[in-house]
């Protein structure tokens, strides 16, 4: 099934730029590891990238420099990052339903069967990644049928559902899709009846808590 949220444009030009926190192109890693419509457009200003470098090259710069440039452009195209944050290819063949995608290995193993869950809050549980330089990275384990706390966000929060689904104002969240957040946006997912669903995601800056209790129990739960 195709994605139907995809990344903002710019959060597309800041991971081809390398310009997102590590936690960020985490999760953007992944949902472009399952998202052709996405993976093109990282590819896409990646060229214009290139493009723009060779333009702000000085008059002076010789026909060796610039096909250096352009070389190192194009092989950054066709990297396949694994063991940090990048663009892996698109749509790659995952006959294996228990195996994580490839950006995660590094932060949380291989196999969701492996993942150590730890207890949040009741029907929520998460696992949180301690090898980020910038930004929070965790998964969470919601029960189905659960209403989390109405919130808001202190910058950006990148999440991408790996399994069952969620629901709020902006749609209906399924496998492969990537809620792509601002500062402007306040939701509350609702997460759908079936199986649990389990997400990667990414902040940048602590949630927002309208409401009291939410607020109280905040330190508690770190996010």
């Not at 610039?66 to 694994?82: G, H, I, Q, S, Y």
């Amino acid at each position: 099934m195709k994605p139907a949220h995809h990344l903002d444009p710019a959060t597309v030009v800041a991971f081809a730029a390398g310009a997102l926190s590590e936690a960020m192109a985490v999760v953007a890693a992944t949902h472009l590891a399952g998202c052709s419509h996405c993976h093109e457009q990282v590819r896409d200003a990646e060229r214009i990238g290139g493009v723009l470098v060779e333009q702000q090259q000085p008059d002076g710069a010789g026909a060796a420099r610039r096909e250096k440039l352009r070389a190192a452009m194009l092989e950054r195209l066709d990297e396949t990052p694994v063991e940090a944050p990048g663009l892996a290819p698109a749509l790659p063949a995952a006959p294996d339903p228990d195996r994580l995608p490839a950006p995660l290995h590094p932060y949380f193993g291989t196999s969701f069967g492996a993942l150590k869950w730890r207890w949040m809050a009741p029907g929520v549980h998460c696992i949180r990644s301690a090898g980020t330089g910038g930004g929070q990275l965790f998964m969470l384990r919601i029960t189905p049928g659960r209403s989390m706390p109405l919130h808001s966000h202190g910058r950006g929060e990148l999440t991408q559902v790996l399994r069952g689904a969620y629901d709020d104002v902006l749609g209906h969240f399924g496998p492969g899709d990537v809620a792509d957040l601002d500062s402007e946006v306040m939701h509350q997912p609702v997460t759908a009846a079936g199986v649990p669903c389990i997400c990667v995601a990414a902040l940048d800056a602590p949630l927002r808590f309208p409401g009291w209790l939410a607020r109280r129990l905040q330190p508690l739960v770190g996010l």
